[in-house]
């Protein structure tokens, strides 16, 4: 695990304008930057970013935080990739907390043949650019294919030499050791000899999510039958070809921004497809699609469209894994390439916008893809019909959500001509089936269909959040600032109260107040933020906003976030151009204190007043007369909080 001290030091030296200025355009407005968001397709800029407070804020879509939390939105990292990411970048040197023996050894063998890994790919791709061979074979092959520089680039595409311990040699003259070397997989060790696995082959490395090269693809360029046309690297520490997709590192980006992936087969479709302009695409690289691969993609979208060539010999086994993306709950339509053509070579002969209407136009409902390529054979034959129905129904009951499944039932009703009584009866013999065979005791509630409602439901504004937000935004603005506040103390002789001025810092006025009244938060977010707030105010005297965001949860970073940039929401705007002038909430006010605390006050009270007098009313024999009392206090109380807040206003 990365120590304290290192991910301390990562917060203190990173710059969130400078990390985020790497991803986005950002133009100066007042003390902070705008720009454009990276995660929604905008015309007017709505990113704020914060160099004071160190966070950033995206009103486009809700997102913010600090500077790691852009990176696990933007790049999709993990908490530790983040880390050591922005390690990488400062020239920061990474702390290890005290592992065990067994623990520093497996860490430093996966981190070998992580390594061996890297060594191999930049290997590859220098035998591609500065070796005849590599130019000759290599890279015209590549040329041949299209691909430009860049995308060759892009890609880290290269070359193996067709030498039989070319690589090998290399790699042990560099001191790296030849059980790594055979544990990924790039050689073959028999006795006293070695082989290089990809001998004479165009190389694709496959990278993680966060960019490492966790294995390889080789295609081999001649015609010999008794090899395998393209070669993978065995299963390792490292590489579990079940939980990895082709393209992923390149096109995480993209797909969180079109929140769509497109799924192909093969190195080159995904290749082609982000040389012709259309990023968000990753292939499964010829594997069966598993749950593994499909949760990778769930990360970044919930919308899958599964591309097929024209081959109809192998599409029906290929639908397989549809049934495996409904299953974890994610959105399917499938588009078909015309007969000959597969998404390489249709992406190569086509331009961006030419490629992006035929996707449009042809991606399809998976019912209707489904019941297009069945029906072909078995429109006539009653029997092949009925095997056709229970197969789509058989798909939707793979769809947790059991209002999608009676949707898909109606749509599947008019589109095969089948009732929807029998095509729900039929659902709910699979699904007992299914649960039988799980093992599952309980029983399903037979599906009903949920009715539209004419009435249309009333929203009613939550007062206690808005105020109960409204106290955190007051402690994270002002907490340690001084201003004199007025207080009403009861004069005993005129029987009133009288307005007297007291002086006082921020948190210690808005918890004084909170506890007279013994004032629960009942949002368990803001309570939670809250506690921690004054805790650090108590204990230094103030709040450094950069640092007490940097150890919050993710959703009180995300909430604490929203709040402080609220008001720079308004430079996006530019009001005062427009001769609107919003009210500068840079500058304390301490009525807005005494006015948010005493609203508080007076929502808890008739709140109180409200439970009490429904308890009275339920009282149909003998009124309680204590209760009685009880409510006319409040009422008082509610009275007096009132005037307070005339006079404060």
Known sequence: MISKTTIDKVFDISRVEEVIGDYVQLKKSGSNFKGLSPFTEERSPSFMVSPVKQIWKDFSSGKGGNVVAFLMEHEHYTYPEAIKHLAKRYNIEIEETEQSSEEKEKASERESMYLVNEFAKTFFVNQMLHTDEGKSVGLSYFKNRGFTSETIEKFDLGYSPDEWQ????????????LEFLERTGLAIVKGEKRFDRFKGRVMFPIHSMSGRVLGFGGRILTNDKKQAKYLNSPESEVYHKSKVLYGLYQAKQAIAKADNCYLVEGYTDVIQFNQTGIENVVASSGTALTPEQIRLISRLTNNVTVLFDGDAAGLRASIRGIDLILEQGMNVKVCLFPEGEDPDSFAKANSQEDLQAYLDKNAQDFIRFKASLLLEDAEKDPVKKAEVVRDIVNSISKIPDQITQEIYIQTSSNLLDVSEDVLFSTLAQILAKDRKEAGRGTRRKPLEVVKETTESPVSKVDHQY???????QLLLRYGDQTAVFIDFDFDFEEDTHVEVKREYVVFEKIFIELQEDEVE?????????????????????????????????????????????????????????????VIDKSVLDPREVMETILNLRRYLIRKKVQDLSEVIRDQK?????EL????????GLEVLISNKLNRVL
């Open 166 to 177: 070319a690589f090998t040699d290399k790699a042990l003259a560099k001191a790296y050791k």
């Open 466 to 472: 808005v105020l109960e937000r409204s106290i955190i």
């Open 521 to 581: 938060f009942s949002n368990p977010v803001f309570k939670d933020l809250y506690e921690q707030i004054i805790e650090v105010f108590a204990k230094d005297g103030n709040l450094k906003v950069d640092t007490f965001v940097n150890h919050l949860k993710p959703e009180l970073a995300q909430e604490v976030t929203s709040i402080l940039m609220e008001n720079e929401k308004n430079q996006l705007h530019d009001w005062k151009r427009q001769e609107i002038f």
């Open 621 to 625: 024999e003998e009124v309680d007369i």
């Open 628 to 635: 009685m009392r009880e409510t006319m206090e409040y009422n």
